[in-house]
């Protein structure tokens, strides 16, 4: 009885075996190394296109740590500029305290060194040419003096760092 059951399981195995072994014609070689370079190009398209995203990703947040500095940078200044405002109002007063005087002289000189390290451009002034992506024109005159789009008169000068403008220069327009 153990013999049969021997044989019969070895039969039963027989059958299994040649159930579950497939069977592969010759031409089929070739296919499973198709397929592998099908595999191969699609798995590297993903690679190159997951690099490209972490480039992308690392350049945008360079560029955002960046102007994250320059904005911080430009809203602190913005505060300050009434100081210089009120500076330059207080030397165009005339006084006869000639140490008042040069006491604001040497806080304005002190303010536009500071500016100055920190990349600021202070820019507006009466002769230069109109740009309305720097000046806020706020009056138009004709003269014959001056060119056209030339700027006659400077309210409030303007400021920027890099290419951010910080505030636009007040100006009346010539022609």
Same mark, same amino acid.
């Given at each position: 009885?153990?013999?049969?059951k ?7 195995d ?7 072994t ?14 592998? $370079?099908? $595999? ?8 190159? +296109? /997951?690099?490209a995203?972490?480039? !992308?990703? +690392?350049?945008r947040s360079?560029?955002?740590k @960046?102007?994250a ?5 430009a809203?602190t ?7 210089y @405002?009120?500076?330059? +109002?207080?030397? !165009?007063?005339?006084t006869?305290?000639?140490?008042? $005087? $040069?006491?604001?002289?040497l ?6 060194k ?10 507006? #002034?009466v002769? @230069?040419?109109? @740009? ?9 005159? #004709?003269?014959?003096?001056l060119?056209? !789009?030339? /700027?006659?008169q400077?309210?409030?000068k ?15 327009v010539? !022609?």
């Amino acid at each position: 009885m153990a013999e049969e059951k021997t044989t019969e399981r070895s039969e039963f195995d027989i059958e299994l075996e040649e159930e579950t072994t497939p069977e592969t014609p010759v031409e089929d070689t070739a296919a499973p190394e198709e397929n592998y $370079k099908e $595999k191969y190009e699609h798995e590297h398209d993903l690679y190159l +296109r /997951l690099a490209a995203e972490y480039d !992308n990703f +690392r350049k945008r947040s360079q560029k955002e740590k @960046d102007s994250a500095y320059t904005n911080g940078k430009a809203d602190t200044l913005a505060k300050l500029l009434p100081v210089y @405002d009120n500076l330059e +109002r207080a030397m !165009n007063q005339e006084t006869s305290d000639a140490a008042y $005087k $040069k006491g604001v002289e040497l806080t304005m000189q002190g303010l536009l060194k500071i500016f100055g390290d920190l990349g600021v451009e202070v820019y507006g #002034e009466v002769g @230069d040419e109109f @740009d309305p992506n720097l000046h806020n024109a706020v009056m138009h005159i #004709e003269s014959e003096e001056l060119g056209e !789009n030339t /700027l006659a008169q400077v309210f409030q000068k303007g400021f920027k760092t890099g290419e951010k403008v910080i505030r636009f220069a007040m100006v009346q327009v010539a !022609n």
